[in-house]
Nanobody, 121 residues
C-alpha cells in the first residue's frame, strides 16, 4: 500500500482544514487507517484511527470533539477534518495503514510522506 497525504497549510487558530490521504493498492479497504502527527522536537503521536469498514473510530484526547476521521473505500481515501484548530496542533501529519486500528505507530507498516499543518495564534 502506498499513501499520499495532502491538504496541509497555514491556518489561523479557530480555523479548519481537511487532510486527505490517497492510497494505492487493491486491498485498501481491508486496512485500518490512522493519522499521526509530529511537532518539532517531539515524538510522533497518535491522532485518530478508523477500522477497515469505517464503523469504529478512535481519537487522542487532545483532538476529541474537534477532529473527525473518515474514509471512502470507493475512492481509496481517508480524511481528517480538523476544526477549532489550536497552535499546539501545529505538526507534520502522517497517514498510515495497518491491519489493526491501534494507537501505536508500530502497528502501521505503511506510511505516507506527511503534510505540514501550521496554526498561527
Amino acid at each position: 500500500v502506498q499513501l499520499q497525504a495532502s491538504g496541509g497549510g497555514l491556518v489561523q487558530a479557530g480555523g479548519s482544514l481537511r487532510l486527505s490521504c490517497a492510497a494505492s493498492g487493491r486491498t485498501f479497504s481491508s486496512y485500518a487507517l490512522g493519522w499521526f502527527r509530529q511537532a518539532p522536537g517531539k515524538e510522533r503521536e497518535f491522532v485518530a484511527t478508523i477500522v477497515w469498514s469505517g464503523g469504529t473510530t478512535y481519537y487522542a484526547d487532545s483532538v476529541k470533539g474537534r477532529f473527525t476521521i473518515s474514509r471512502d473505500n470507493a475512492k481509496n481515501t481517508v480524511y481528517l477534518q480538523m476544526n477549532s484548530l489550536k497552535p499546539e496542533d501545529t505538526a507534520v501529519y502522517y497517514c498510515a495503514a495497518g491491519r489493526i486500528a491501534t494507537m501505536g505507530p508500530n502497528g502501521y507498516p505503511y506510511w505516507g510522506q506527511g503534510t505540514l499543518v501550521t496554526v498561527s495564534s
